[in-house]
């Protein structure tokens, strides 16, 4: 008896170093995929470009986490989580030093399609490495590993402006600390063990195999979901300022109003993921997003409105991400390449619909491009109540 607690609570400690180097390293991730906004203006100038030009970095970043992302996830079916995901910090370090001494535009181009993949490949890893580390207990440390993404997106223009006030504006050093930012998360991955795909040497008549027309249901809603909270938190800022609604200080303010309460409802959502089953957390999430943006339909040039919008906003769609990848690993084995599956979803998402609604603003109005969102959200309501249905024929896999 003595032996099985001892046994249990050895296992209970690496689960907890395991969270804590992922967290560590989400931490960094968020550091990384929200420091390159600010830091354009610095990296144009540097080149001796324009912001139209520089802004073809984001796309880049962006098309190479997709890559990492999407593809990565049948890598982490073939070899250590740990050695991918430490490597992957690699990357993003020595990308995040060459930056910006690339005097070159195509180059640098190449560095930041490197740097996105490493981000990429960082963020299906933590994942994957989480669901098979704490199977059915995931729920809430699924929660908990995007609020730490959160924290570092938070913290990021804040380090950023420091070190660019104490370095005198030198763009060097604001990229370099990043790098640096990189390393405790790698040591921590360097060190533990990698888990491994529980259910990999379990008979395949014992393991609920994937439902194609799940995952495809599960792709459309993270499809979606990412049209909605990526859509309006690059949007807001514009909308606010070219209405002239507000000025650009106010505006930020009401944009950080959103991403701080999408941060602070990952944390509310670690309690809340213990009582609640993941298909009602969800079907409460679209509900309330819905609401927040019929309260920007009504009000569409209201700063107040604009603030309860946001912070509500932000607050209703926190733990989709985190709480819909829960689902899945109730309803099927979720290997590597399902979990890359899901983020080609997001990711496809994410180079879309920014500037789909981009156009929507330019050419056909402001006020179009809230009903736009307002669709959006709809249709992922629809996705969902199908995915529900199918999850519930589909049934929760059997334990060993």
């Known amino acids: 008896m003595q032996e099985s607690n001892t046994a249990i609570h050895s296992a209970r400690q690496q689960e907890r170093l395991k969270f804590g ?39 880049v970043s962006n ?23 430490a490597l992957a910090l690699v990357l993003m370090a020595v990308s995040a030093v060459f930056a910006p001494l690339m005097k070159n535009f195509y180059l640098l181009l190449l560095v930041f399609l490197i740097f996105g993949f490493g981000n990429g ?54 990229f370099w600390i990043l790098a640096l930012l990189f390393l405790p998360g790698l040591l921590g991955l360097s060190i533990l ?4 795909d529980p259910e990999k040497k ?7 195999k994937p439902d194609p027309k799940l995952i495809v249901l599960m792709m459309a809603l993270f499809f979606l979901y ?12 514009t ?18 109003a959103y991403w701080g309460a999408l941060t602070l409802g990952r944390l509310i959502a670690v309690p809340l993921s213990r009582k609640i089953k993941p298909g009602t957390m969800l079907v409460g999430n679209y509900v309330f997003t819905i609401l927040f943006l019929v309260v920007l339909m009504i009000w569409p040039v209201s700063p107040t409105a604009l603030w309860i919008g946001s912070a509500g906003l932000g607050l209703a769609l926190a733990s989709v991400f985190p709480t819909l990848l829960a689902l899945a690993e109730t309803r099927m084995k979720v290997t590597g390449a399902v979990t890359g599956l899901f983020f080609l979803g997001s990711g496809s998402g994410g180079i879309l619909f920014p500037t789909l609604l981009g156009q929507v603003f330019e050419y056909v109005g402001s006020y179009q491009l809230i009903l736009a ?13 199908l995915m529900l249905a199918a999850s519930n024929r589909v049934g929760e896999k059997a334990r060993g």
Request: charged letters at 10%; proline letters at 4%; glycine letters at 12%.
């Open 121 to 174: 490949l960082v963020d299906i890893g933590g994942n994957v490495n989480l669901l098979w580390v704490f199977q059915a207990r995931v729920g809430p440390y699924m929660n908990a590993l995007h609020f730490f993404f959160g924290v570092g997106a938070f913290l990021a223009p804040i380090v950023i402006n420091k070190v660019m006030t104490l370095s005198g504006g030198a763009i060097t050093w604001p």
């Open 21 to 59: 180097a992922y967290g560590v390293s989400f931490i960094s991730l968020g550091l990384a995929l929200a420091a390159l906004g600010p830091m354009l203006p610095s990296l144009a100038e540097n080149l001796g470009v324009s912001i139209g030009k520089i802004s073809f970095v984001l796309t």
């Open 193 to 196: 063990p990698s888990p491994t």
């Open 239 to 256: 909308y606010i300022t070219k209405l002239e609604i507000a000025n650009d200080t106010v505006a930020s303010y009401i944009n950080s």
């Open 226 to 237: 990412i049209a909605v909270e990526a859509g309006y938190g690059n949007w807001v800022f």
């Open 373 to 385: 969102l307002f669709g959006f959200a709809c249709a992922g309501l629809v996705v969902l109540a």
């Open 63 to 85: 098309l190479g986490y997709l890559i990492g992302s999407a593809g990565g996830g049948r890598l982490y079916d073939r070899f250590k989580g740990h050695r991918l995901m």
């Open 202 to 208: 379990e008979e395949k008549s014992e393991v609920q």
